[in-house]
């Protein structure tokens, strides 16, 4: 605008007024906004760097004008959900984007978490909901449950080892190998306990921990994983499924009775499958 006279007419105020709002804002951060050239001004660089910003904040008013009017109920603030490492480092970190755009106001905070430190953050109220397989379900009547998935177990091998000769294994090539394994009280653990025993033989699991596919692709042994661990694995790993497939059921996890925030409700609500679908799994 090279004229403050036709500024003030497009802003409907008079001319005198403007120009000492300009001369006071001027004052106020100690630089000159305008080049004045008689009775034609242009921006100054102080100016153009002001606009700039402006520009930004403006924007910034008229989406939370939009966001306000056109979905005054929207859910918003944030809710607290434990999960388990297998589930943080594939399903959460591929769908929460998702979720985060479906739910632009609403803010997720992720505590990674056992079964049973989830039961136990869930009955001192220190997360809202927990996303976790059927064993922290076990026999209370206390939660309630909303399964979301079936996910089938695999075995994660390293490059180059026998078991990859095999396009499909069974519980008996398992026999005599080194496992790594997840700690204690893992769903995924106990299956494979149990399909070694069922050929009369223990596991051997020399290593314990919340990422066994990272052993794995380090040369420390064979491990029983989610399918969805195993291809989110990278470097020295290969996927082999049994012939009877052994899996775990995904679900999400509430106190029976307690009231859930609007962002707790809209996390327990949203689809978590869909990305799972559009990927084929």
Not at 171 to 188: A, H, I, Q, T
Request: aromatic share 4%.
């Amino acid at each position: 605008m090279s004229h403050f006279t036709r500024a003030a007419e497009r802003l409907n105020v008079a001319q005198p007024a403007l120009s000492q709002q300009v001369s006071a804002l001027e004052r106020e951060l100690g630089v000159d906004l305008f080049e004045r050239h008689g009775r034609r001004v242009v921006l100054a660089a102080a100016g153009e760097r002001l606009l700039a910003r402006a520009e930004v904040i403006l924007a910034e008013v008229e989406r939370a004008r939009i966001a306000v009017q056109d979905e005054p109920d929207a859910p918003s603030g944030t809710t607290v959900v434990g999960a388990l490492n297998s589930l943080v480092t594939t399903l959460l970190t591929r769908e929460l984007p998702r979720f985060h755009h479906c739910f632009p106001q609403v803010d997720v905070a992720i505590h990674e978490a056992t079964p049973v430190e989830m039961l136990r953050s869930l009955r001192e109220g220190t997360i809202d909901l927990a996303l976790s397989d059927d064993r922290l379900g076990d026999g209370s009547t206390a939660l309630e449950r909303r399964p979301l998935f079936v996910e089938e177990l695999v075995v994660a091998v390293p490059t180059g080892h026998r078991l990859t000769r095999h396009d499909r294994l069974d519980p008996k090539d398992l026999v005599g190998e080194r496992f790594v394994s997840y700690p204690r009280g893992s769903v995924v653990r106990e299956v494979l306990v149990s399909l070694l025993r069922a050929e009369e033989h223990e596991a051997h699991i020399l290593h314990e921990c919340s990422t066994p596919e990272k052993l794995v692709a380090s040369n420390l042994g064979v491990a029983l994983v989610p399918r969805m661990t195993a291809e989110a694995a990278v470097g020295n790993v290969i996927v082999r499924r049994l012939r009877r497939p052994p899996s775990r059921t995904i679900g999400l996890f509430t106190v029976r009775g307690r009231h859930l925030s609007d962002a707790a409700g809209a996390f327990v609500n949203h689809d978590w499958t869909q990305g799972r679908a559009e990927n084929g799994a």
